[in-house]
């Protein structure tokens, strides 16, 4: 398998990962189980918006995509990938700090959505 292809593969595995990341828990919502995959990966992904980390699959990428003889990216995946299309001047520390907290609220109204779903149907299941 040429090393370029390894490359994009590793960019789609990231979108992906990043799409679950954000809604995820609305896996949840029709498949509560989901939640168990779910709730460590968008821990993950928020660790990594407020610490300013850097994904693995980023350096790897870049490690195939230089193999492969393309030119790797010093920043991050979101600032390569993303920040032109939705940041066009950049992806700042406040922008990736707001992500992570969209995230989080995001996560949090989907998941109470959930709680207050499994509360009802356990009050009906005890009358």
Do not use: K
């Not at 593969?9 to 609305?26: E, S």
Request: hydrophobic letters at 55%; aromatic letters at 10%.
């Amino acid at each position: 398998m040429p090393l370029r292809l390894l490359a994009d593969i590793a960019v789609v595995l990231h979108l992906l990962f990043i799409a679950f990341v954000i809604a995820g828990g609305l896996l949840a919502l029709r498949w509560p189980r989901a939640a168990w995959v779910h709730l460590p990966c968008a821990a993950w992904g928020i660790a990594i918006e407020f610490t300013g980390w850097i994904c693995p699959l980023t350096p790897l990428e870049n490690h195939w995509r230089v193999l492969g003889g393309q030119t790797g990216y010093a920043e991050g995946f979101i600032a390569h990938y993303l920040s032109p299309i939705i940041y066009p001047e950049g992806l700042t520390r406040s922008a990736q700090l707001a992500l992570g907290a969209g995230v989080i609220l995001a996560n949090a109204a989907i998941y109470g959505l959930l709680i207050a779903r499994r509360r009802r149907s356990n009050r009906e299941t005890n009358r």
